[in-house]
């Protein structure tokens, strides 16, 4: 029961010009590639063998590298891809849409919440919008490949959205400039599917 690296919907090609091809053929076919083949390893044989991976990070022994960096990135960037499209952008409307107006005041609002909390993370991580139980959301960040379903990250709720700020996910297009990689993903965000995943998680 080992983990398959996830197929995109879109071709490498199809979140052009904000998210370069080459980027993302490395991005997916080595780096993604690489946590899941190693997650795959390193619970090989163990009791986590055969758990979902929302188990298996909610659960986790924070002292467990392999699995935490792994696991973590095998998840994340599994969310990374399916909440993107090449039809992307826009703003969400529906419970999602009031739900970031109620936290962040308006859509901008949250948008500067996002993309300050994507810039001023240091070093590799992520940023996150996640929605707790009830259904309020919140942004936040984690280093590394961490993430809010694991103990004590101190970034809580299921995470709806993510945007990956390791610089093997905008170097090649963007060198030094994290801003402009931050502000393009706004054009690429699957909002449809950001919404599919708040109402299955709030
Ligand atoms: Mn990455």
């Given at each position: 029961m080992a983990f398959d690296l996830p197929q995109l919907s879109?071709?490498?090609?199809?979140?052009?010009?904000?998210?370069d091809a080459r980027t993302m053929e490395i991005h997916h076919s080595k780096h993604h590639n690489g946590y899941t083949t190693k997650l795959n390893g390193a619970i090989?044989?163990?009791?986590?063998?055969?758990?979902s991976i929302e188990t298996i990070l909610t659960e986790l022994?924070?002292?467990n590298g392999a699995v935490r960096n792994n696991g973590g990135g095998f998840f994340n960037h599994s969310l990374f891809w399916e909440t993107m499209s090449p039809n992307g952008g826009g703003i969400p409307t529906g419970a999602l849409g009031d739900a970031i107006t109620e936290a962040y005041g308006s859509f901008e609002g949250f948008k500067d919440a996002f993309a300050n909390a994507a810039a001023t993370r240091f070093g590799s991580g992520w940023a996150w919008l996640c929605v707790h139980k009830g259904g309020k959301i919140e942004v936040c960040s984690t280093p590394n490949?961490?993430?809010?379903?694991?103990?004590?990250?101190g970034c809580g709720g299921y995470p709806i959205l993510g945007l990956d700020v390791w610089e093997h996910a905008y170097y090649l297009n963007y060198q030094n400039r994290r801003p402009d990689y931050i502000n393009a993903f706004f054009n690429v965000i699957d909002w449809s599917k950001v919404a599919e995943n708040y109402e299955a998680n709030k």
């Open positions: 879109y071709a490498y090609d199809a979140l052009e010009p904000h998210i090989e044989g163990t009791d986590l063998e055969g758990k022994d924070m002292a490949q961490d993430n809010p379903l694991m103990p004590g990250v």
